[in-house]
Structure formats: structure tokens, C-alpha cells
């Protein structure tokens, strides 16, 4: 049998823990769960903030411990967007899904631009390949099945230079 409760004073103090609330608005606190989070993987700046305040961190703290973390150069949304580019390359993604995906983590613009002309991707011969491990080496039997090749290369993220040029190039192929 648990013991009456004395008072409802008593009872919020249990409830509400003013530490807790001191702990959420400590860039200390944010930075140390934001190094939980870089342990991880790397995050842009905005989502890292993002996700310091979805942790319940108020804005200026999470904001705070971001832009120490970017000091300290332990977060960087250039290889942020280097990583990025390169795990999607693995993935067989072209650079419009690419540049798609940095663009709604809101990073700048121009920084994903450089990058990925900077990179060294061989867009076309991926694209090439990507739809040869998807359809075979043979080309397509008729137009519906080339456009449907072509629809998939461009879900996939690929220009429709790097298409036509993927779709080409198995066309001369097969004569």
C-alpha cells in the first residue's frame, strides 16, 4: 500500500522536474545529444538544429550547439553533401534525384552544385549500367518498353541527356 500524498504541492514537484527544463535550453546538453547524433552519421546544419529541437532542445540552444559543432569543424554540411553524394552514387541515383534529396535538407544551393560537379561520377556510363542490371543487355523490343527503360532511368535521377545517350548507346549496340 503506497503512503497518502501530503499535498498536491508535493505531487508537481514530482511531476514537473525544473532540471529538466534547465537541461533542454543548455546548448551544453544540446551539444552533447547532437554529438549522439553525429556519432552516427552526419547531418547537414539545419537538420541537425532540426532534430535537437524535435528532441525537445529550444531553438536557441540547439542552434547554439550547432554552430560550436560547425566551429570546431566537427559538423560540416560540405562533407555532409560529399557523403551524401556518394552514398547515393552507391545507391545508383543520378544527379537530379541527387540534388533533389540535399535541396529538401535545405542546404545551400550552390554548395551542392559545386560538389556535384566536382565529383568525379561518370553519370552516363551509370546510367548505362543501371539499366542494363535492371533490363538486360538487349535493347528494348519496341517503344512501349523503351519508354518505360527511359521513365525508369529518370525516376532513378538521371538528365535526359544521360538518358538518351544510356538508351543510344544499347540501341548501336544490338546492330
Not at 552544385?113 to 542494363?132: G, K, P, V
Request: proline fraction near 5%; glycine fraction near 6%; hydrophobic fraction near 40%.
Amino acid at each position: 500500500m503506497t503512503e497518502p500524498v501530503e499535498s498536491i504541492n508535493e505531487l508537481n514537484n514530482d511531476l514537473f522536474n525544473p532540471e529538466e527544463v534547465d537541461r533542454f535550453s543548455d546548448p551544453i546538453e544540446a551539444r552533447k545529444k547532437a554529438m549522439d547524433y553525429l556519432a552516427r552519421r552526419e547531418y547537414g546544419r539545419l537538420e541537425l538544429q532540426a532534430k535537437l529541437q524535435n528532441a525537445g532542445f529550444n531553438t536557441e540552444a540547439a542552434r547554439v550547439a550547432v554552430d560550436r559543432l560547425a566551429a570546431d569543424n566537427l559538423q560540416c554540411d560540405r562533407r555532409f553533401i560529399e557523403n551524401f553524394i556518394q552514398s547515393r552514387i552507391n545507391k545508383g541515383k543520378g544527379p537530379v534525384r541527387v540534388r533533389l534529396e540535399l535541396e529538401e535538407r535545405r542546404l545551400e544551393v550552390g554548395l551542392i552544385d559545386e560538389i556535384l560537379s566536382a565529383s568525379d561520377a561518370d553519370w552516363l556510363s551509370m546510367a548505362r549500367q543501371i539499366r542494363e542490371r535492371k533490363f538486360g543487355p538487349e535493347p528494348p523490343a519496341d517503344f512501349k518498353e523503351k519508354a518505360r527503360q527511359m521513365r525508369f532511368l529518370q525516376y532513378r535521377g538521371f538528365e535526359p541527356g544521360h538518358i538518351q545517350a544510356a538508351m543510344r548507346i544499347v540501341e548501336a549496340g544490338s546492330t
